[in-house]
């Protein structure tokens, strides 16, 4: 029988001390059942200004998509910030973490921004931008896409306390939904929606979840489409990534950066 080691209970009463309690797992479901259906500006706007904010509190938040290596969005979503504050203070980040990483995807963990003496020290420039703005309480995650050409960005600023660690647990369980959500509503206004393998974002999705275990039935009842459907999205899956079935097609997808 496999016994966990020392490191790994640690590593699981931590996650489990984190993670919040059946109130709160209502509204993720909700988030996630209403972040499926958003094809659209309008409906991410709203994900956010309810569910997101339900689980938690902001006055402002912003996500986009930026190519891998560039210091800019190529494509955004504004939810309340004012346009200079948007500008400088996102600029201000993805440049200064640009400096410190190759990405700013390659921050695995959700970035915490409550102490500005604090983030004034370790990042002039964005400390400087968020004291200038009335920019408090900030709380940034993002998500690589297939092939790591381009990655999502979240933003939440405006929290009415200091970021929870419970808070952060949130932001990295709900962040794959969100870039979904994204992915659909930025499709078609910016290169960052496909991969380099020109899967399109329902092969993405498709993808993933294949990485995941998930059979063709469980698919389909994810994304509410016809196992058939799901079975030619797999074979399309395969041709563009040049592999002969589904098991060769989940390795090739776990040999890439992201996974």
Same mark, same amino acid.
């Given at each position: 029988m496999y016994a966990f080691s020392e490191m790994e209970c640690e590593a699981k009463s931590v996650r489990e001390s984190r993670r919040p309690g059946w109130p709160v797992g209502e509204r993720i479901l909700a988030l996630l059942e209403e972040a499926r259906s958003v094809n659209g500006e309008e409906g991410l706007r709203l994900l956010f200004q309810r569910r997101v904010k339900e689980l938690i509190p902001h006055r402002m938040a912003a996500c986009g998509?930026?190519?891998?290596?560039?210091?800019?969005?190529?494509?955004?979503?504004?939810?309340g910030f004012s346009g200079s504050r948007l500008h400088h203070v996102l600029v201000s980040h993805l440049s200064s973490t640009k400096s410190r990483t190759n990405s700013w995807e390659d921050h695995h963990d959700v970035q915490i921004f409550n102490d500005l003496m604090l983030i004034k020290t370790e990042d002039p420039d964005l400390g400087k !931008? &968020?004291? %200038? %703005?009335?920019?408090?309480? &900030?709380?940034? %995650?993002?998500?690589?896409?297939?092939?790591?050409?381009?990655?999502?960005?979240?933003?939440? !600023?405006q929290c009415p306390g200091p970021?929870?660690?419970?808070?952060?647990?949130? &932001?990295?369980?709900?962040?794959? %939904?969100?870039?979904?959500?994204?992915?659909?509503?930025?499709?078609?206004?910016?290169n960052g929606c496909r991969s380099k393998h020109h899967l399109t974002i329902r092969e993405q999705e498709i993808l993933r979840a294949m990485c995941l275990g998930r059979t063709n039935k469980e698919i389909a009842g994810l994304l509410a489409i016809s196992s058939n459907t799901v079975r030619n999205h797999v074979s399309r899956i395969c041709k563009k990534l040049k592999v002969a079935n589904r098991t060769m097609a989940v390795m090739k997808a776990r040999g890439l950066r992201e996974w």
């Open positions: 998509i930026s190519a891998s290596g560039k210091p800019w969005l190529q494509g955004r979503v504004n939810i !931008a &968020m004291e %200038h %703005h009335g920019i408090r309480n &900030m709380i940034v %995650h993002g998500l690589s896409d297939i092939g790591s050409e381009h990655g999502s960005y979240f933003c939440l !600023a970021i929870t660690e419970e808070q952060a647990y949130l &932001m990295d369980l709900i962040t794959p %939904h969100l870039h979904r959500a994204l992915l659909r509503t930025l499709d078609g206004k910016t």
